[in-house]
């Protein structure tokens, strides 16, 4: 399946509200559980593999990357910006109540995030088309995650995953007129943003160069900042290579981002060996710290009389 492209229905018009308009929907949002997808995947140490493919997306849009480019601190603090991102995505899934809080608390983080994109539009964090995008790239790259990463979704997983999207996209104050309704939906609307608004940004130039400056890890033992020289370039074409790789196909296409039949035989190479080794690994080194906790209390909840 090309998790790239759909023809299916027409175009729907997602109507604007005034910038900074909180209102999601009318029904509370509510939180996820252990029997979700989302729940098995977001935790697993590989979201470290395919996210930097949904931040790529995101920041192609003219008005994320713009935001991203003249507020984001990613170019001076890029552990503490991965780390507060990764915490937060987290929350999203496996915070309970919090999560809600959470979706709030980043809303109000963005209230103030205004500028003009590289087209000479002006721009606000907040307003709908820009902020439901953001959102909207989470589907496309799980699917592809699922893809090369984990086990492909059938038709009733992919559409199982895309309720949960919604889903999560309701406690990230997102209203439900501005989210796709269905998975046909959802590709067209997808096919309509790529092909109508998404360039080739200065930050998804930056994020997808090898030879990009990063410091060692905040904290690095002496021994990694000793050999970060060494590691930094390798690490970095890795991270790119599978950027560019779990990139749905238009979107690279779009983008002009070169990728080969040799390239797509050893990414699919590197997922036979990623979807071996890390369901063997002990859950403490398999999940993200928080996903092991709430993995934890839920296993010790099980196991009460």
Avoid: C
């Avoid at 959470?102 to 606000?124: N, P």
């Avoid at 559409?159 to 067209?188: C, K, N, Q, Y």
């Avoid at 950027?243 to 699919?268: C, F, M, N, Q, Y």
Wanted: net charge positive; hydrophobic share 40%.
């Amino acid at each position: 399946m090309d998790t790239g492209r759909a023809a299916h229905s027409a175009d729907r018009v997602i109507p604007a509200p005034a910038p900074g308009d909180d209102r999601a929907s009318r029904t509370d949002p509510v939180p996820f559980t252990p029997d979700t997808l989302l729940w098995d995947m977001v935790g697993d140490v590989r979201v470290l593999l395919y996210l930097p493919a949904a931040l790529v997306l995101q920041v192609a849009h003219p008005a994320v990357g713009a935001g991203v480019d003249e507020h984001s601190v990613f170019r001076t603090d890029p552990w503490g910006r991965a780390r507060r991102s990764l915490d937060s995505l987290q929350l999203w899934i496996y915070g309970g109540d919090r999560a809600v809080e959470e979706g709030r608390r980043l809303r109000r983080l963005h209230r103030d995030i205004k500028g003009t994109d590289t087209r000479g539009r002006a721009y606000h964090a907040l307003n709908p088309a820009p902020y439901a995008w953001v959102h909207a790239t989470g589907f496309p790259v799980f699917l592809r995650a699922a893809e090369y990463l984990f086990r492909p979704f059938d038709e009733a997983g992919e559409r199982r995953l895309h309720a949960e999207a919604r889903r999560l996209g309701r406690i990230l104050g997102i209203r439900e007129r501005d989210m796709p309704g269905s998975v046909e939906e959802f590709w067209t609307y997808f096919d309509r943003v790529v092909h109508d608004e998404l360039e080739r940004t200065v930050v998804v130039d930056e994020l997808l160069d090898p030879r990009r400056s990063v410091p060692p890890p905040d904290g690095s033992v002496a021994a990694l900042r000793l050999l970060w020289p060494v590691l930094r370039p390798a690490l970095l074409r890795l991270q790119v290579f599978v950027t560019k790789g779990l990139l749905p196909p238009v979107a690279r296409e779009r983008l002009g981002i070169d990728w080969s039949s040799r390239d797509e035989r050893r990414l699919r190479l590197l997922g036979r060996v990623v979807r071996t080794v890390v369901p063997r690994l002990p859950e403490r080194l398999r999940y993200l710290p928080v996903a092991y906790a709430a993995r934890a209390a839920r296993a010790a909840r099980a196991a009460r009389p």
